[in-house]
Every structure is written in C-alpha cells, then in structure tokens.
T-cell receptor, first 112, second 113 residues
Framework: DAKTTQPPSMDCAEGRAANLPCNHSTISGNEYVYWYRQIHSQGPQYIIHGLKNNETNEMASLIITEDRKSSTLILPHATLRDTAVYYCIVRARRGSQGNLIFGKGTKLSVKP | EAGVTQSPTHLIKTRGQQATLRCSPISGHTSVYWYQQALGLGLQFLLWYDEGEERNRGNFPPRFSGRQFPNYSSELNVNALELEDSALYLC????????????FGQGTRLTVV
C-alpha cells in the first residue's frame, strides 16, 4: 500500500505557483520522498526527490518539513502543460522495499 | 542518451493466449520495474528485477511472470490472458541505489479480446 496521502484534485491558474501537498506521517529515516507526474496515460515523468533538505531543479521545488512527515511540491509558474496527475511516493534507500509504490495522486488542472 | 524503450507499443491478444512484453533499460541501469495501469486506474506494482534476480513482487497471480537478461533487459510474460488484463504496462529502470531516480518508458498497451 502507498504510504502517502494526497488531495485527489487541485486547480491552479496559469502563471501562478502550484503547491501540491503530501502527507507521509509514517516515513522512516531510510526513505526518500519522490515526485512523479503522469500526463494522460503517458509513462510517468520524474520530477524531483529529497531526503530531508529542500531541493530545487529546473522543474520544481520540494519542501520537506523538519519532522519529514509532510512535503510540498511547488511548480513556480504553472502552465497548461503542467496539467497532469502528480504522485508523491516514499521509497526505501535499498532493500526489498526499493520499488516505487504509487498511490492515487493529485489531479492538477491548470486553467487559463 | 536513449531512454527506457518498450516493445511492442500495442498488442492485441485473444483470451487464453500468452503475451510477452519487452523492456530495454537506460544504459547502466541494473534495476527494472514493471507496472500495470488499467484504464482510468492507478499504477499497480507488478515486479522488480535487479542483477537478474526478482527482488520484489506485487499482488498479482503467478501467471504474471518475467525475467531479466544479462544485459539487464527484461521480459514480462502474461499467461492465460483474461479480459481484465487489458491495460497499459509500464516499465521503469534505475540504478540499484534508492537515491537515484527511476525513468519510465511509454508503455505497451495490451488489449485482450
């Protein structure tokens, strides 16, 4: 079972920041937080991941709370092409739980 | 650099037949993951292979099986196909270490008629 909880859907205005929350209250010390998105039945696209520090790349920023029980994915300037289902996943550092277990995700709709 | 490639793109089979799906990982990646996504549903984890061995298996019947070859490519076999097996089958690859991202292919659309 997925170890994360996400809102089922969110709307965002084009050009504004999209903030997608994720709860992972049972995360353990050897687990990373990963974000993927899937656009209309294409293969999921990797966005970003982190352990405990905030991370930023060309696509997004990941803010992880100090207790690591929740995180927020930030798309700084959402465009219509960012409309997708966004998945927050916790993944063990190694061992038999190293595979990615997807939950239901958040369907983000970016509107003009 | 080539991404994860899957073949065929589409596959139509008759109920009771066998289907074989193939995945070529990104060069250097040793782990291959298989997922099933039925229409309108989420991604269900099927199998994980690394270094030729099955590392983990999702909650699927034994007629879903696979293998990983010495060049790290992988096959997913589905025996005794049922109509409910119609889905998008996705393959992903990564390095063994969890602190690396897994990249997905574009999938094989299997239709069972």
């Amino acid at each position: 079972d997925a170890k994360t909880t996400q809102p089922p859907s969110m709307d965002c205005a084009e050009g504004r920041a999209a903030n997608l929350p994720c709860n992972h209250s049972t995360i353990s010390g050897n687990e990373y937080v990963y974000w993927y998105r899937q656009i209309h039945s294409q293969g999921p696209q990797y966005i970003i991941h982190g352990l405990k520090n905030n991370e930023t790349n060309e696509m997004a920023s990941l803010i992880i709370t100090e207790d690591r029980k929740s995180s927020t994915l930030i798309l700084p300037h959402a465009t219509l092409r960012d409309t997708a289902v966004y998945y927050c996943i916790v993944r063990a550092r190694r061992g038999s739980q190293g595979n990615l277990i997807f939950g239901k995700g958040t369907k983000l709709s970016v509107k003009p | 650099e080539a991404g994860v490639t899957q073949s065929p793109t589409h596959l139509i089979k008759t109920r009771g037949q066998q289907a074989t799906l193939r995945c070529s990982p990104i060069s250097g990646h040793t782990s291959v993951y298989w997922y099933q996504q039925a229409l309108g549903l989420g991604l269900q984890f099927l199998l994980w292979y690394d270094e030729g061995e099955e590392r983990n298996r999702g909650n699927f019947p034994p007629r879903f099986s696979g293998r990983q070859f010495p060049n790290y490519s992988s096959e997913l076999n589905v025996n005794a196909l049922e109509l409910e097996d119609s889905a998008l089958y996705l393959c992903a690859s990564s390095f063994w270490e969890a602190n690396t991202e897994a990249f997905f292919g574009q999938g094989t659309r299997l239709t069972v008629v």
